[in-house]
C-alpha cells in the first residue's frame, strides 16, 4: 500500500528527514517511535503533505500513485487520514458542517454520490459512539475549546467517518489520561480491518499495549536505525533511548 | 490637516515674540517658524486636537509675547528628587539648564553630556537633530523649532552599560509671573549600550506655564533604553510634548508615562520601530482629577518585519477631569510576522470626568498579529463587596481595587528605587480620590 | 507562496454575476443638477408643493456643503453635472397590477433571481422594486393592508398618507445633515415607505430590491420605515448593477423611527457592481442610515453584508433616546481587487439604561482597503448604558490592508463601554487541517471565512443567509492569505 523509498526532508536549512525506508502492506498497524525530535512528527507530516516541509530526496508511493506529487486534500482523497498531534481550532465552524463538506468531497473523489443530510447524520451517530462522543461537541465549532482529550476523540470520529486507506496517528497518545486513552484506541481498534493499514507515531509504549503493532520502527536523527516486531516497543520501554543513542554511537 | 488660528492676534503675537528674541536668528530657528505660521495652531475642528482647545487657553492665559527667561530664586532641587535614587541630576529652570544645580556633566561613565547648542556648534548633534522630530510634523514641534533656547543632549556610546541613570528635573518656578519654555532634549543610545532615563517636571507657583518638549531619541541595534516620564506640574502647566523614539534593530524599549496633574497635559509620542526583532513596551498612566486634561496621543510604527510591541495605557479619571487617548498602530506593507498589541482601560469615578478614546489600527501586511481593546468602565461591584464582605471599609476597599488596577502599568520599571517611589506617588494620588 | 498567488489570479478574474444590462426604454431628465432638474423630478412624480419646497432648500443646503473629505477612500472628483438625476422605465400607462408591467421589467427581476409574481414568490416576503429611480412594484399589498400595515413605494405614500411622510421625512436624517444626504433630500426619486401600525407584528419580511440599470445615472432612493408602538418588523435590501466603465453614484437615504416598544431589524445584502479587477468602474455607495430609537424599549438592529460597490461609505447608525432602548450593529464587509469599503456605525446613547453592540467583520484581499469607522458616545443623561463592540479583520495577501477607526465618547460614570480588535490572516494550519480532510482550498477558504463571520451571517433571515453565505463564498474564492 505504501512504499517509501529513501525519503529526505528538511525545513528550512535543517536536514530532518536523512533517508527514509518503509513498506507498509494493507491490514498492519505499524508503531514508529523514537526521541524527541528524531523526525517521527516531521514523517507523518510529509506524508500528509504539509508544504513548510521540503521533500529532498526519495520516493513515496501510495497504491502505485507517486504521493509527493498529489496536492494534501487529493491525497486525503485518496485515503490517507492524518490525526494531528495538534488539532487546530477552527472558529465558526461546525464539526457537523466541517465533516459534511469533507467526506462529501472524498465520496465525490471516489465517484459516490454525496450523502443527503438525513444520511450523514445517520452515519454520524453510528460513528459517534464509536468514540463516545458526545453530540454537543459535534454541533460546536470545531476544536474550538475543546479539551485535549476531546480533540483527540475528534480526530477519531472523523477517522471512523471518513474510513481512509492508511491512518497516521501523530502522538495521538500525548495529553491523553488512562480512559481517554482506551476509548481513542478502543475506536482505532474497531476501524482495523484487512484492507487498511495503521501508522501509530508515538514516544511512549503505552499506546501500543492498546493498538498493538505488527511492525516497531525505531526512528533516531532521520533515520529508521531499528525494525522489529511488538516486543521491540517493550524493549525500548525497559531499555530507554539512550539505548539506542549509545548503540548508534558505538556502531 | 485643517487648522485654525483662534484669531490673527494671537498669530500676530506669536509674531512679534519671535522678532523681538534674541538667539532665535539661525536658519533653521526661521524655517520652523515659517513651518509654525503655515500650520497655525490647531483648533477643535483638526482631528488630532478635537478634544484639547489649547489655542483657546493659551489665548486666556498667557501674554505669549512676553517671552524673555523667567528668574527664579530656587537653589536647591532637593525636595524634587527621587529619594534613594542614585542619579545623575541635571536640572532645568524655566526651560534653562542650570549647570549649578545639575550634577557634573563631565565623564559620567564614559556618557557624554553637553548643552545642545553646543553640541550643534561642534558638529556633535548635527547627525540626529531635526532628523526625527520635523517641524512640519505638529503645529507645537514646529513652535519648539523655531523657539527653542535650551536644550541637552545625550549620546551614549557604543556597548556601555550606563549603571547609574540619568534623572531630568524640569522645574517651573511660576512665584513672580508666567513662565513660557521650550526645551529639547536629544538622546543617542550607541550600539549595544544600554541606559535609564527618567524626565520630572514640577512647578512652583500660582502663575501660568507654557512648555513644549521636543525629544529626538535614538536607540541604535541591541541596545536597551528604560525611558520614564513623571508628569506633576501643580496648578497651570499647559505642556505639549513631542517625543519620537527611533528602535533599531534588536532594540528593547520600555517606556512609562505618569501623568498626575498639571493644567492642560499634552503628549505626542511616537515609536518607530525600524528593525527587525526589536521589543517595545510602552506603558502610560493618567490619575486625574480637579479639571486636569490629559491627551496621550500614541503612535507605534512598524515598519519592519518580526517586532513586537505592546502598549498599555490605563486612566482613573476624578473630579472635572477630562482623559483623551490615541493610540495608532502602524503595521506598514512587508512588516510581517509583527505582534501588537493595545490595551487602553479606564475608570470613571464621577459624573463631570469624561473619556474620549480612539485606539487605532491600521495593517497594510497580512501574517501580523494586532489586537487592540478599550474598556471604560467602574470598579468591580462584586471584587469591591468581596472586600467589604472581608471587613474592609468601603474607602480602602476602593483604593486597594484602583491600585491594583494602575499597578499594572508599573511592570516595565526594573529599578528597585524608582519602582518604589513610583508606586508610593499612584498610593498617595489613589488614596485622595 | 506561487500557489497562492496563482490562485488569487484566478479569483480577481472572477466575473462579476449581475453585470448584464437589459434594454429598457427609459424616460431621463437631462444631465446636471440645478433647480430646474429638482422641479422637472417633483413635477414628474406630481408631488404637493410643500415636498417640492422641501427639496429645493435641502438643494440651497447642498450647495452651501463640501463633499466629505475625512473617509480612508480615494476617488476621482465627482462632476455633479455630468450625471443624469431621474430616470424611469418608461410604461405607457402606469399598472394597475402585475400583469400590466413592462414584460422586460418582470425579466430584469426574474434574473436576479427575485419573481415578483406573488404566486411564484415565496410565502413570507413582500418585495418592493425599484429599478433605476422608481418603484416599479410591490408585492403582497393587499394582504399586508388587511393588518393595516402600509408598505408601498415613497411616490405613492407621498400621494396616499402626505400626513405620514410630511410627519417623518427628515425626523431622522435632517435634509441637511450631511453632503450626500442633502443631495438625496434634493433629488430622491422613489424608495419604499413603510408603516407599521401599533401592536402590530409583521408576518412577514418586507424587502425591496434595488437595479440601477440606465447609464450615467445616479440612483437616489429614500426609504423610511416607521414602526408604531410595540409593533414589530424585518426588512431586507438587495442590490446589483450592470458592468459598466464609468462609476456610478447611488447616494440613498434611509430612515428608520421606533416607538415604545418597537422592534426594527434591518438587514441588507448589498452587491452593487465592484468594477473590474482593475477597478475600472463599478458604484460609488455613499448612503446615509440611521434609525432613531425614540421610544422607551425601542430596539433597531442593522445587519449588512457588503461585498459589492467600487467605493463604500455607509455608518447606519442608531440615536438611542428612549429610555432602556437598544441598538445593534452587525456587519461583514468583503473588500477584493480595488475596492475600498469605509463603513461602520455610530451608537449615540442618549437615554437612560440604553444598550448597544457593535459586532464588525472585515476581510480584506486583493489590493483593497477595508476599514471600520465607528463612534460610541455615552452622553451624560445616559446613565446605566452598556456598549460591546468587536472589530475584527481578516487579511488575504499582502497587497491590502485593513483599518480600524473606534472613537469612544464616554461622559457619565454609570456606564461600560468595552472594544476589542483584532487582526489576522486565514492560518495556515487551518487551511493544511481542510485540506488534510480532503477539502480543496477554495472550499476551505469558504468555510473558514463562513465561521469567522458566522456571528453576523446568524442575524439575516433565512431568506437572505443563504445568498450572503454564497456571495461571500464566491467574492473570496481562492483568495488564500
Known amino acids: 500500500m505504501l512504499i517509501v523509498e529513501n525519503l529526505k526532508a528538511r525545513i528550512g536549512e535543517k536536514e530532518i528527514l536523512n ?21 517521527k512528527s516531521t514523517l507523518a507530516s510529509v506524508l500528509a503533505g504539509r508544504e513548510e516541509y521540503e521533500v529532498t530526496g526519495g520516493q513515496v508511493l501510495f497504491d502505485d500513485k507517486n504521493l509527493l506529487d498529489l496536492a494534501p486534500d487529493i491525497r486525503a482523497c485518496e485515503g490517507i487520514f492524518l490525526a494531528f498531534q495538534y488539532p487546530v481550532e477552527i472558529p465558526g465552524v461546525s464539526t457537523v458542517n466541517f465533516m459534511k463538506t469533507a467526506l462529501n468531497k472524498i465520496r465525490a473523489h471516489r465517484g459516490q454520490p454525496a450523502l443527503d443530510a438525513v444520511a450523514f447524520l445517520q452515519l454520524m451517530k453510528e460513528k459517534m459512539k464509536l468514540v463516545e462522543i458526545d453530540q454537543s461537541l459535534l454541533s460546536r465549532s470545531l476544536n474550538e475549546g475543546f479539551s485535549g482529550g476531546e480533540k483527540k476523540r475528534n480526530e477519531i470520529f472523523q477517522m471512523a467517518m471518513i474510513e481512509p486507506k492508511l491512518s497516521i496517528l501523530d502522538e495521538t497518545d500525548s495529553g491523553l489520561d488512562i480512559d481517554a486513552l482506551r476509548i481513542v484506541a478502543n475506536g482505532v481498534n474497531k476501524l482495523r480491518t484487512k484492507n487498511n493499514a495503521t501508522i501509530v507515531v508515538t514516544h511512549y509504549q503505552r499506546l501500543l499495549e492498546y493498538i498493538v503493532p505488527d511492525f516497531v520502527h525505531v526512528l533516531y536523527k532521520g533515520r529508521i536505525v531499528k525494525s522489529g516486531g511488538k516486543e521491540l516497543a517493550l524493549e525500548l520501554e525497559s531499555k530507554g533511548y539512550d539505548w539506542i543513542k549509545n548503540e548508534m554511537a558505538t556502531a | 490637516m485643517t487648522t485654525i488660528v483662534s484669531n490673527t492676534d494671537l498669530k500676530e503675537k506669536f509674531s512679534k515674540a519671535f522678532e523681538e528674541a534674541q538667539g532665535l536668528k539661525s ?106 522630530l520635523k517641524p512640519s510634523d505638529d503645529p507645537f514641534t514646529a513652535l519648539n523649532s523655531a523657539f527653542w533656547q535650551d536644550g541637552i ?60 518638549f521636543a525629544e529626538e531619541i535614538a536607540v541604535k541595534e541591541n541596545a536597551t533604553l528604560n525611558y520614564i516620564k513623571i508628569q506633576n506640574d501643580d496648578g497651570k502647566l499647559h505642556q505639549v510634548a513631542n517625543s519620537l523614539i527611533h528602535q533599531s534593530a534588536q532594540s528593547i524599549l520600555n517606556t512609562f508615562t505618569l501623568t498626575l496633574s498639571g493644567a492642560l497635559i499634552r503628549n505626542n509620542f511616537n515609536i518607530a520601530i525600524d528593525g527587525e526583532f526589536c521589543e517595545s513596551h510602552f506603558h502610560g498612566l493618567y490619575l486625574l482629577n480637579g479639571s486636569t486634561l490629559a491627551d496621550n496621543h500614541t503612535v507605534v510604527d512598524h515598519l519592519k518585519p518580526n517586532s513586537h510591541s505592546n502598549e498599555l495605557y490605563k486612566g482613573v479619571l476624578d473630579g472635572n477631569s477630562k482623559g483623551i487617548f490615541n493610540g495608532k498602530i502602524f503595521v506598514r506593507p512587508h512588516a510581517q510576522k509583527t505582534n501588537a498589541f493595545q490595551s487602553n482601560r479606564n475608570i470613571l469615578l464621577t459624573d463631570t470626568a469624561t473619556i474620549n478614546t480612539k485606539p487605532q489600527l491600521e495593517i497594510w501586511a497580512d501574517d501580523v498579529k494586532c489586537s487592540h481593546g478599550c474598556t471604560t468602565g467602574q470598579l468591580d461591584e462584586e471584587a469591591l463587596f468581596y472586600l467589604r464582605s472581608r471587613g474592609i471599609p468601603l474607602e480602602n476597599a476602593k483604593a486597594m481595587l484602583l491600585y491594583a488596577f494602575a499597578a499594572e502599568t508599573l511592570e516595565v520599571i526594573k529599578k528597585t528605587e524608582l519602582k518604589n517611589y513610583l508606586d508610593q506617588r499612584i498610593s498617595d494620588r489613589l488614596a485622595k480620590f | 507562496m506561487a500557489k497562492d498567488n496563482q490562485v488569487l489570479e484566478e479569483f480577481t478574474s472572477k466575473d ?61 472628483k465627482i462632476n455633479y453635472q455630468d450625471i443624469i438625476y431621474y430616470s424611469a422605465p418608461k410604461q405607457k400607462v402606469k ?8 414584460p422586460e421589467l418582470i425579466k430584469t427581476f426574474e434574473k436576479l433571481g427575485i419573481s415578483l409574481t406573488e404566486q411564484k414568490r415565496l410565502t413570507g416576503v413582500a418585495v418592493d422594486a425599484v429599478i433605476d429611480s422608481v418603484s416599479v412594484a410591490t408585492t403582497f399589498k393587499d394582504k399586508l393592508k388587511e393588518l393595516g400595515i402600509i408598505f408601498c413605494s415613497f411616490s405613492e405614500a407621498v400621494r396616499e398618507h402626505p400626513e405620514l411622510v410630511k410627519k417623518y421625512l427628515g425626523s431622522v436624517v435632517p435634509m441637511n445633515d450631511n453632503y450626500f444626504a442633502a443631495l438625496n433630500s434634493a433629488v430622491f426619486s422613489d424608495g419604499s415607505f413603510c408603516y407599521i401600525p401599533k401592536g402590530v407584528r409583521c408576518p412577514m419580511e418586507l424587502s425591496t430590491y434595488f437595479r440601477i440599470n440606465a447609464a450615467n445615472t445616479g440612483q437616489f432612493e429614500r426609504t423610511l420605515i416607521v414602526a408604531d408602538e410595540s409593533s414589530y418588523v424585518s426588512y431586507l435590501e438587495g442590490c446589483t448593477a450592470p458592468m459598466r466603465d464609468e462609476n456610478q453614484l447611488h447616494a440613498a437615504v434611509v430612515e428608520l423611527y421606533a416607538m415604545d416598544d418597537a422592534e426594527i431589524k434591518y438587514s441588507t445584502v448589498q452587491n452593487w457592481y465592484p468594477g473590474d479587477k482593475n477597478g475600472k468602474g463599478g458604484i460609488y455607495n455613499f448612503v ?81 482597503q477595508n476599514s471600520y469607522r465607528g463612534q460610541v458616545r455615552i452622553m451624560k443623561r445616559a446613565v446605566n448604558s452598556r456598549n460591546f463592540s468587536q472589530c475584527d479583520s481578516l487579511l488575504m495577501g499582502d497587497q491590502c490592508g485593513a483599518h480600524t477607526f473606534p472613537y469612544i465618547d464616554v461622559e457619565n460614570n454609570t456606564s461600560k463601554v468595552e472594544h476589542e480588535a483584532t487582526t489576522s490572516k486565514i492560518g495556515e494550519d487551518q487551511i493544511f487541517y481542510c485540506l488534510q480532510r480532503g477539502i480543496d482550498e477554495e472550499a476551505a477558504v469558504a468555510l473558514i471565512v463562513n465561521g469567522y463571520a458566522k456571528e453576523v451571517l446568524n442575524q439575516l433571515p433565512m431568506e437572505f443567509a443563504v445568498e450572503a453565505q454564497k456571495l461571500l463564498a464566491l467574492t473570496l474564492e481562492g483568495s488564500v492569505g
Open chain 1, 19 to 39: 533517508g527514509i525506508n518503509l513498506r507498509v502492506n494493507a491490514g498492519e498497524v505499524h508503531a514508529i517511535m523514537g526521541p524527541n525530535g528524531s523526525g
Open chain 3, 16 to 76: 462579476y454575476e449581475h453585470g448584464w444590462a437589459v434594454n429598457l426604454e427609459t424616460e431621463e431628465s437631462p444631465k446636471g443638477l440645478n433647480e430646474e432638474i429638482i422641479r422637472f423630478i417633483s413635477s414628474k412624480k406630481q408631488e404637493p408643493l410643500w415636498l417640492l419646497e422641501w427639496r429645493l432648500k435641502a438643494f440651497q443646503h447642498w450647495q452651501k456643503m463640501e463633499e466629505p473629505k475625512w473617509s480612508n477612500v480615494t476617488y476621482p
Open chain 3, 288 to 368: 446615509t442610515k440611521r434609525g432613531l430609537c425614540f421610544g422607551d424599549h425601542s430596539k433597531i438592529s442593522w445587519t449588512q453584508v457588503e461585498t459589492g460597490s467600487a467605493i463604500t461609505w455607509k455608518y447606519p447608525s442608531c440615536v438611542l433616546k428612549g429610555d432602556y432602548s437598544m441598538g445593534e450593529f452587525y456587519s461583514v464587509a468583503v473588500t477584493n481587487n480595488f475596492q475600498q469599503a469605509d463603513t461602520g456605525t455610530k451608537m449615540i446613547h442618549i437615554g437612560k439604561n440604553t444598550r448597544s453592540r457593535i459586532v464588525s467583520k472585515g476581510i480584506s484581499a486583493g489590493k483593497s
Open chain 3, 95 to 102: 399598472p394597475s397590477n402585475l400583469s400590466e408591467v413592462d
Open chain 2, 153 to 212: 543632549f545625550i549620546h551614549v556610546p557604543p556597548h556601555t552599560k550606563v549603571e547609574k541613570p540619568i534623572l531630568i528635573l524640569h522645574i517651573n518656578d511660576v512665584v513672580d509671573r508666567q513662565s513660557i519654555a521650550h526645551t529639547r532634549l536629544l538622546l543617542v543610545v550607541g550600539e549595544g549600550s544600554e541606559l535609564t532615563l527618567i524626565e520630572k517636571s514640577n512647578s512652583t507657583g500660582d502663575h501660568s506655564i507654557f512648555h513644549t
Open chain 2, 27 to 132: 536658519q533653521l530657528h526661521k524655517e520652523a517658524f515659517d513651518a509654525f505660521q503655515n500650520m497655525g495652531l490647531p483648533g477643535t475642528k483638526t482631528e488630532e486636537y478635537r478634544f484639547t482647545p489649547i489655542a483657546r487657553l493659551l489665548e486666556k492665559n498667557f501674554n505669549l509675547d512676553e517671552i524673555e527667561p523667567v528668574p527664579s530664586g530656587i537653589n536647591s532641587v532637593k525636595d524634587f528628587l527621587i529619594p534613594d535614587l542614585d542619579a545623575t541630576v541635571l536640572v532645568f529652570l524655566n526651560g534653562f539648564f542650570s549647570e549649578t544645580l545639575s550634577s557634573s556633566i563631565n565623564n559620567i561613565d564614559g556618557l557624554k553630556i553637553s548643552k545642545l547648542e553646543s553640541a550643534l556648534a561642534s558638529g556633535e548633534a548635527a547627525d540626529y537633530f531635526q532628523k526625527l
